[in-house]
Every structure is written in structure tokens, then in C-alpha cells.
């Protein structure tokens, strides 16, 4: 007998994300976490603007701002030999009120909908557990340990532990998102491959009140110590909590690492301390291929520098959430959940080798660190302007990926209308890619198939993105009145699969995109696009909903 349809292990930020959007698309789900309640330790603080995207569709980023840093509070980088000091290097970036001004400014589309939003992971488990914890479809278990599964034909049946007792539940479908250690990737067979324990550092939370207000040198967000122990400080949402991470040989000289980084004689409490390493790994597999899925740290592993890891997997719980819900709704075919690892496992990839390349160029700059790099002589100074200089370079990699953050696409789907290779006989094909570069630093905004919808503002003052309703299916963008469609709506209601059109009677986002219709998907990514229908609509319709 089935318990539920899809049974989520693990609920961090990922398990939570694909909770609550199941929830919202009326999945009935079961979510299971280890842990009697949410934890208060750190890991995450910074929701990307892809992120916060996505929390927008879902309605919940006023919530997520309002539980977050708050919106006046700048995002600004450090380098320093000493907060107390002038800063090495200070690297401006823009708090949420002023990015939400650019963004409402904007007239072109490379700008986000959402700019980005630090909240601690700490504070956003338990504001996702109440939501998801309110939505009819979905339970949600805490003290409940996942121990294994049998896949079977048709369901997956889990042994869970709950106390001293044991349960089986059986469901559709089965989603690890049982983080970097996941028992489920395990249990697979699945291997992940890339370098693992790279570096081990302590990271601790700290509260500390009067901090933020004394920093002398400026407000920010991450303050990074020039010296040999890697220390990096981290404002947290509050304003009253931090972290540091640093490589130091034990738990207890935390507490004196955080002191010295201070340098101000202020009352702090160490809350908790912890060891973490550095990792970037891939798992070669994102599921069984049938009825068990991963997502998440699951299965890739990134150095949080550039903040790819919770956030890469939030794109992860959406794009396996849609997807689950049409199989289940009847109108998915069988591509739909296949696609799932041909679209992700490529952002995986690239997101690694993002978190690498921003990485290495936080190694390089710290490479430049001399013992003499707080002398006052003349070879102090050197030290000091080649680290300034080098990291004025190099640290941006890990703070301005915007690429990576909003230019993915996905490549050779099959459920993307590839252009460029098209047979002469066919109107739409899965083809060789020969669409715009991927690029980590740069977003360059484009409609190429495959891609995230670009943010544009209607001339009536409204977001496209906005237009596309979260619950909407596939919807065609109409720039041009005229264009006779009707064709593709008979082919999608042949399958039974949401659809509709919305046109948009308005220039400027027409010569944004380009093109006169566009095809989005319900996660706001383009499936195809033209001056008037393929020949084969039908194909078209057929292609796009998996089938
Ligand atoms: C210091 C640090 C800073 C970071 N900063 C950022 C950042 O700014 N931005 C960003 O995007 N990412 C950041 N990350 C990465 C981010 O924290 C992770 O990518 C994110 O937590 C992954 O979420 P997840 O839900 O996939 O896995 P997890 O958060 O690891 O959650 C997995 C859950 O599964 C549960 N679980 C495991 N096994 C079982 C079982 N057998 N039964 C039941 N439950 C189980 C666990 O208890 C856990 O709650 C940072 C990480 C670190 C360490």
C-alpha cells in the first residue's frame, strides 16, 4: 500500500525547497529528517538572486528578507591584516535596498528579478519547516532516521527509525537529499569524483552584540585576515551573530582566534565549534534512474567561495519538484524525469569547477601572505600592496559570479528544442549545442533554448517572470498579436498538460528576446523559440512534455 507519493529524506535547505514547492503543486509528500528539530549551527548565509528568484515564485522571499539581514546593510568584502586597520583591500557591494533600486531601474535584462539575501542556514531550515509544515499535501517528520530502501517496479519502500521503533513507508518515488555523507547515494553505489579534503578548517559561531556597530573600517559581510591561518570572519543575519573559519589545531583556540581577529576587548560567547573540509566532487550518478533521485550536497560537494552549494541544489529541488509533480499528475512522459540528471549534472559540473575557479583565486591571493606582512618597513609595505593587488583580481571571483549564478543552461536535454543543429526534415531535435558560451563572471542575458527566462519589466511596470504564475504549466510568450498559435495549445491538450498563452503587446521586452514567441517551461526556462510555430507542433508539444 502507498504511504505517499514521494518520500524526501533529509531536510536541509534542499529537502526543505523540494518539500514546500511539492506542497505548493499539491504533491503529497513525506519529509523525514534525522534530527529531533532544526539546528542552530552555521553553514550557509547567502541565498543567491537565482535563489531568491525561485523562493519569489514560491511567495516566500518577503518572508525570507524579512527573517534575514536587513535590507540597508551593505554586502561589502574586506581584506585586512586587522578590522581595526585599514583595510588591504575593501571590495563595495551593493545592500539589498540598493540593488532592489538598480533592479527597479533596469532596462535591459541582465539584471536578476530578485537580488541577493543573506539569511543564515540556521534561519532559513525553520522558516522552510513552517511553511512546508502548513501545507495539506505535505508531513513533515523530524527524529526520523532514514536507515535503507528496496526499489521495486512500480514504488520504493524505506525503513525509517523513529525512537526505538522501525516503519516502512512505501512511495512513488524517492529523493536523497540526505546531504554530503547521503546514506541513499551510498546505498546506490554511487561514487563521487573530483578532490575531496582539500583543507580542513574550524569553523564556530560566535554572538557578540556590539560588534557589528564598533567595526571601525566599514560595514560588510565577510571580513578575510591576511595571515597564515586562513581566518575569515562572516556576519551573520542578526547582526549579532559571526562566524569564523580558520585553520587552527584545536576546538578551544577558536576562541582565542576570534579575540585576536576582533582585536576589541567586546564581550562574545562561543556557541559552538566545529571542523569542516573542502571539497569539490561530482557524483556520477544523480539517481537510480527510475524511482530514487539525489539532490543537493547529495551530490556535489562545492567550496562554499561563491556560495554555489545550497544554492546550486535549490535548483535542483525545482527542477526535479515540476518535474515529479507532471509524472504524477499523468500529462509527464518518460523524458521528463530523465532529463533530471542530463539537466543538473551538467550544472553540477559547472558549478564545481565555478567553486575551483573561485577558489583558487582566493589560494592565490592568500599565496601572497608574507610573515612580514604587518612590518612597518619598506618590504611590509610590499607585501602588503602585492596581496592588495593580487586579490583585487582574485577575490572577485568569488563574490561577482553572476554567470554561473543566472547563465545556465541546459545542454542536449531532452526536453529542449536545440537550435543551430536542426535537421532540414524536422522541425525540433535534441542536437550537437552551439548556444552562447557558459561563462562564470559574466551573465549575458539570452532566450537561447535551454536557458532562465531573463528577467525584463513590462512598460506597465510588471515583471515577465511575475506574468508566469507559479502554478502555470508551459506558457507561450506572444510578442506579436498576429502570430496564429492555436496549433501548439490542441498539441499540449493532447497530452492533458497545463498550457497557455500570454501575450505581451510590448516592444522593448520583443527586442529583448528577440524573437516573437517563446516557449517557457513551468520553472521559467526556455524550451523553444520562433517568428511563428515549428512546422510540427505537435512534435514541439511532444518534445517539451517529455514525451
Ligand atoms: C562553512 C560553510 C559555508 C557555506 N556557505 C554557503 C553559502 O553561502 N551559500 C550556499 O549556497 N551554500 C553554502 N554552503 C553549503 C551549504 O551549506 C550546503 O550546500 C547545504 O547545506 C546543502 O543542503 P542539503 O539540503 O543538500 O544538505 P544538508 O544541509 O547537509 O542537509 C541534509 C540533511 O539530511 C539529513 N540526513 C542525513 N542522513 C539522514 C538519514 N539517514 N535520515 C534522515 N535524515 C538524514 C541531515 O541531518 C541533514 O539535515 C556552505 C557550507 C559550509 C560548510
Redesign the pocket.
Known sequence: MLDTQVLI?????????LAVDLGLRGVRCML????EA??FL???????AR?MEIFRRMGLADRIRAAGLPAHCPMDVFIVTSIVEPPLLHLPYPSVAEAKKEIAASTDASMPLEPYQLIS?YTL?PLLKSVAEKLPSVTVRYG????DFTENPDSVTAR?RRGDKTVEITALYLAG????????RKQLGIGLKGEGNILE?R?ALYRCDALYGRIPIGKGRHYHVADAQHTFL?LQDSTRHF?L?AVVEQDSDMVAQFAKTIVMPLPFEMINCGV?RQNLLIADRYGSGSRVFL????V???I?TG????????G?AIDLSWKLAATLAGWGGPNLLKSYEIERRQVGERNVAAARFASTGRRKWRSMWRPNIRDNTPEGAETRANLARVADVEQRKSNEMLGAELGYRYVSSPLIAAEGGQRADKAVDVVADEGPEHNFIDYVPSTYPGARLPHVWLEDGTAVQDRVGHGHGYTLLRFAGNRDVAALGRAFAAHGAPYGVLDLPDKRARDIYGYDLVLVRPDLHVVWRGNALPDDPARLAALATGH
Do not use: Y
Open positions: 529524506v533529509g531536510a536541509g535547505p534542499v529537502g526543505l525547497t523525514v529528517e534525522q534530527k532544526p539546528q552555521p553553514k550557509m548565509e547567502r541565498c543567491n535563489t542556514q531550515e526520523t532516521e532514514f536507515l525509517l537529499c540526505d546531504g554530503g555523507a547521503s546514506p541513499i578548517l569553523q562572516i562566524t573559519h569542516w539532490a543537493g550536497d547529495a556535489h560537494l562545492v562554499p556560495g554555489l552549494g545550497m544554492n546550486t541544489g535549490c535542483d
